[in-house]
């Protein structure tokens, strides 16, 4: 009867270890894990592979010749908005994550900032 009772309490500490390994392995993945992102930028939808443990930084930097919009004109939206010092992992990024991107190309800013040309009839 000793062996029966052994045997009882075996099976759930493996199943307990094998939950808690399993669980370790979703909040840990591999330090050089790559996520797919789903980027919409404007009517633009993109597929981006990025580092889990690169910053948002790292990723608007990777956006930037796909969207041609520089990185610090960028707003990356994941469950709110992204500070660029935080890594995907710790925003909780998983693979097939939308990422939402806002921001203006350097030429939509200049063509708003560009002075009227017009002559304007002086006074007098």
Same mark, same amino acid.
């Given at each position: 009867?000793?062996n ?63 969207i041609?919009?520089?990185? /610090?004109?960028? =707003? *990356? +939206?994941?469950? $709110?908005?992204?500070?660029? %010092?935080?890594t ?5 990024v !998983? /693979?097939?994550? =939308? *990422? +939402?991107?806002? $921001?203006?190309?350097?030429? %939509? ?7 009227? !040309? ?7």
């Open positions: 009867m000793g029966s009772d052994e045997t009882e309490v075996s099976p759930p500490l493996a199943e307990s270890e094998a939950a808690a390994q399993g669980a370790s392995a979703k909040e840990e993945p591999p330090a050089s894990a790559e996520v797919t992102l789903n980027i919409v930028y404007k009517k633009q939808k993109l597929q981006v592979q990025a580092a889990l443990d690169g910053t948002v930084e790292t990723l608007k930097k990777q956006l930037h010749p796909l041609e919009v520089p990185p /610090s004109m960028q =707003k *990356v +939206m994941i469950r $709110g908005l992204a500070r660029d %010092d935080k995907l992992r710790q925003l909780g !998983t /693979s097939g994550a =939308k *990422v +939402m991107v806002v $921001g203006s190309t350097l030429n %939509d800013v200049l063509s708003v900032a560009k002075p009227d !040309t017009k002559v304007r009839g002086g006074r007098g």
